[in-house]
């Protein structure tokens, strides 16, 4: 059964949600509002403000006037700042894993477990890599006293997806704060709600007026007033590749630097000498997590042919067994896709794989949820078949993997980059020294090996291609992403 909406979530959702721009919540100026919908039933959760013009500018204006002062806070007191924040998250862990759950539709166990304490590690991993950095590199000139001076930007815009909302939020604006800059954020007008919570709590833990700020509304309204703005000075997206190209254009133009994560078609390469059903079991975990809206996910099962068929029947039987429900349901281990466009999006690429000749090794359901029937669920999904295939070659973005058999390494090697995608794959062996030369030979962001969707603070994540460009996140690199380079020299003598 459903739980009940804690106190603090209830309240929170009660009034229309706002922008938070200058330290203060502020409605639309022109009234333009829009319904944020509950997955799990399809009925309204509450309303939330859009931004017009007049909104994105006094956003980016407050996170412009707010920077000198944040820059020319130590790190040690920033990273105080930061810390106070993971503290009160940690406190309202419960309230940000519903409010999670309740607009993505993710599981509630899953939030719990992962996403809500993921986060608050990662902001800590930044709030403590601001104070062990150098700022000041001495160079060795002859004849001069010269250092690179290392300082942040200034206001920087972020764009983000729905399916991790609290997660990649963490992921982009903490190393950026860290660093001394400020932001303007805009959530996926799907799923805004962790953010808005967020923010609520950095303003509690006493982050300044300006530091941060956010902007509701749609990407072809606030997001591209947000990317072309005058005053941003660096901007950071994450989301589909035909958009990362639209912002990453209008970034050209305005010569802005731009940091895009975009979206992929995870392959997973499993050689004939592996624990077939523990496999199976890992593989059909990963395409189920968040119902398979993970951009990194393995979504291609490149298979060897001894174990093809073995391999498959075993996962179809785990996917089959899948308990499927409502997101605050403690017994879900899947939720509903985010929304009616997903799931028809989801259905409409099973039906043309399968027009284009797949095989269909799991058939895919529409589970009805009593209680819950306006509700966008799917059930998992395997197909098979020949590369060319559209499910082979795409990003769904739901819970269905498409098989292929190999024989030859080589072959195997050709099939994962015959894609432009480039974000992550997995490679599958007994044998750690053939996994190893394979995970090289893989053109992507990340290889893992005997694991798929493998996250650590310190470990970079990025992609390559058509996933993304400018550095990735979730490493020491990233913090340092968010910090320019000057030079300052005298002569000597
Ligand atoms: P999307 O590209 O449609 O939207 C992402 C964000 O961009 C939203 O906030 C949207 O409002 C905004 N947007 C849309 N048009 C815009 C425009 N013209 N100018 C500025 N902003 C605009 O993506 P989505 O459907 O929300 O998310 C799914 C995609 O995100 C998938 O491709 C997935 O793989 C990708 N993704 C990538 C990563 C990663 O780390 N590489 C992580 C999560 C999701």
């Known amino acids: 059964m ?4 804690n106190a603090n979530v209830a309240d929170f ?21 829009d319904q944020v919908i509950n997955p799990s039933d399809g009925k309204v959760i509450c309303q939330v403000g859009m931004a017009s013009a007049h909104e994105v500018d006094a956003a ?11 820059a020319g806070t130590p790190a040690n007191q920033r990273s105080v700042l930061l810390h106070r924040l993971a503290d009160s998250i940690e406190k309202h862990a419960g309230d940000l894993a519903q409010l999670e759950s309740l607009d993505v539709g993710k599981a509630i166990v899953n939030s719990e477990a992962f996403d809500i304490p993921f986060g608050v590690e990662g902001i800590r991993y930044f709030a403590d890599l601001a104070v062990h950095t150098h700022y000041d590199i001495p160079l060795a000139v002859k004849h ?29 604006i903490m190393p950026a704060l860290a660093a001394g800059n400020t932001v303007v954020i805009k959530p996926s007008e799907v799923t805004p709600l962790s953010t808005l919570f967020v923010c609520k709590l950095a303003a509690e833990a006493g982050f300044p007026a300006g530091v941060i700020n956010v902007i509701n509304g749609t990407g072809s309204k606030a997001g591209a007033m947000l990317t072309s703005h005058p005053l941003i000075k660096r901007m950071s997206f994450t989301g589909s590749p035909p958009v990362g190209k639209l912002i990453g254009e209008t970034c050209g133009r305005n010569l802005v630097p731009c940091k895009l994560e975009l ?44 174990i093809h068929d073995q391999l498959l029947s075993e996962a179809a039987a785990i996917l089959k067994a899948t308990r499927i429900g409502p997101a605050l349901d403690r017994n879900t281990q899947m939720g509903p896709l985010v929304s009616k466009a997903q799931q028809e999006r989801v259905n409409r690429y099973i039906e043309n794989g399968r027009k284009q000749g797949a095989a269909v090794v799991l058939e895919p359901q529409s589970p009805r949820i009593a209680g819950h029937e306006g509700g966008y669920y799917v059930s998992p999904s395997l197909l098979a078949g020949s590369s060319d295939n559209v499910c082979c070659r795409e990003e769904i973005f739901g819970p269905s993997a498409f098989a292929l058999k190999f024989s030859d390494e080589d ?9 432009s995608y480039g974000l992550a794959n997995s490679v599958w062996s007994r044998d750690l020294k053939r996994a190893n030369r394979v995970a090289e030979r893989l053109i992507a962001g990340n290889s893992w090996i005997n694991a798929h969707n493998v996250f650590a603070y310190g470990l970079p994540y990025g992609g390559t291609n058509l996933s993304g460009m400018g550095g990735g996140v979730n490493s020491p690199e990233t913090f340092h992403d968010y910090l320019r380079s000057q030079t300052i020299a005298r002569p000597l003598g």
Not at 265 to 286: E, N, P, S
Request: proline letters at 5%; hydrophobic letters at 45%; glycine letters at 10%.
């Open 2 to 5: 459903a739980e009940k909406l």
């Open 13 to 33: 959702i009660k009034a229309p949600l706002q922008h938070y721009i200058g330290g203060k919540w502020m409605p639309s100026g022109d009234g333009a509002v």
């Open 60 to 70: 980016v204006n407050a996170a412009h006037e707010a920077f000198p002062a944040w």
């Open 144 to 172: 001069m006293e010269a250092r690179t001076h290392r300082v942040p930007y200034g206001a920087c815009g972020f764009i983000f997806p729905w399916n991790f909302p609290y997660d990649l939020l963490v992921w982009g």
């Open 263 to 306: 979206g992929g078609k995870g392959a997973a390469v499993i050689f004939d000498d592996v624990d077939v059903h523990a496999t199976a079991q890992q593989l059909a975990a990963a395409i189920t997590l968040n119902t398979g809206q993970v951009c990194c996910t393995a979504t291609r099962w490149i298979i060897h042919e001894k």
């Open 411 to 419: 072959a195997a090697i050709r099939q994962v980059n015959s894609l």
